[in-house]
């Protein structure tokens, strides 16, 4: 299974470890075809699994943690293109005040340097 997949997202990772994907830069190199195999096989559902594989791309392509992914996908952050056009600052207060909405359990807030490291990784990405 995936590691470290949240709690909510458990049947969707063991639709995909059915698939034979257990690795989140497996999960990342899946397609829409892929996905809707695992939808239609093992029940599970595509939008989550979207999400999945969208944490996974962003993984993969700036050496984030799951939880920092999943932090991004939070405040509207899709891709790595998302992450590298993004003012730090704004970003910052974004995901703070998601924070704060959700009471700071689902994600918790990284600090300001922390997520200018994350636009540096990204724009480093895209080259």
């Known amino acids: 299974m995936l590691p470290d997949v949240p709690r909510h997202l458990r049947q969707e990772a063991r639709a995909l470890e059915a698939c034979g994907i257990d690795s989140w830069a497996a999960l990342s190199r899946l397609d829409d075809g892929a996905l809707a195999r695992a939808v239609r096989l093992h029940g599970a559902d595509l939008r989550r699994l979207r999400r999945l594989r969208g944490q996974a791309l ?55 340097a922390t997520v200018q490291r994350w636009v540096v990784a990204a724009r480093r990405c895209r080259g």
């Open 58 to 112: 962003l993984m993969q392509g700036t050496g984030l943690a799951v939880h920092e992914a999943a932090a991004l996908l939070y405040a509207g952050i899709a891709d790595v293109k998302g992450l590298a056009t993004s003012q730090p600052e704004q970003l910052h207060r974004h995901i703070g005040r998601l924070t704060r909405a959700l009471g700071g359990r689902a994600i918790p807030c990284p600090s300001l």
